[in-house]
């Protein structure tokens, strides 16, 4: 018997859609996208991690479970490049950077040290979805930050607790995988994911 050929993929997930490629639920299948209307991906194919919904950028897809499970358990960076509602100064980033104390799943989580620095604003994504809140109250500021955990809306959560809310979230680099000048909603078949 052949051993089957896995296939791997690298997409830009779009605001507003959900890192499953379908559901089993009426009521989420009339009211949520999915990333199967993408592309036609091949049976058993699966996400490499996750994006929540209001956030996009670079999601790994795969038909291989095994390495799904090694890249999700294995400490590989993933960089997020966040726009903060409000111009963030450099005592809070060096908080983010040596960790803050987060909600996760309902007690205090401590996040471990990262790699955050402010940025130019990024001239290569895709205009923002309209449904975003940019600029209505206060200026904003770019940061990128790098983690190596991933814990549910982490990035959100950091930002929140030293008072930068993130109003757009954009994963940009997973290990040595980035997300180049790729448009939104956009797939592409690769060779090797840890390349």
């Not at 993929?9 to 009211?31: A, T």
């Not at 890249?71 to 997020?80: A, C, H, L, T, V």
């Not at 909603?185 to 840890?194: I, K, T």
Request: glycine letters at 8%; proline letters at 5%; aromatic letters at 8%.
């Amino acid at each position: 018997m052949p051993i089957k050929q896995h296939q791997y993929f690298k997409l830009y997930k779009p605001f507003g859609m959900l890192s499953q490629l379908s559901s089993n639920e009426d009521r989420q299948i009339r009211k949520k996208r999915f990333l199967g209307e993408l592309y036609d991906f091949p049976e058993g194919t699966m996400p490499i991690g996750r994006l929540d919904e209001k956030s996009e950028g670079l999601l790994l897809m795969t038909t291989d479970g095994k390495l799904s499970d090694t890249i999700n358990r294995s400490g590989i960076e993933k960089e997020y490049y966040a726009l903060l509602d409000g111009e963030i100064n450099e005592d809070a980033i060096e908080i983010l950077q040596k960790g803050v104390e987060i909600g996760f799943e309902g007690k205090r989580y401590s996040t471990k040290p990262c790699e955050v620095k402010t940025l130019a604003v990024p001239q290569f994504l895709p205009d923002a979805s309209k449904k975003i809140r940019i600029g209505r109250h206060r200026p904003n500021s770019w940061i990128s930050i790098t983690v190596t955990e991933g814990k549910f809306r982490q990035i959100r959560k950091m930002t929140a607790a030293v008072g930068f809310p993130t109003l757009r979230l954009v994963r940009v680099r997973i290990g040595k995988v980035t997300l180049d000048n790729m448009e939104s909603g956009s797939v592409h078949p690769v060779d090797d994911l840890l390349g």
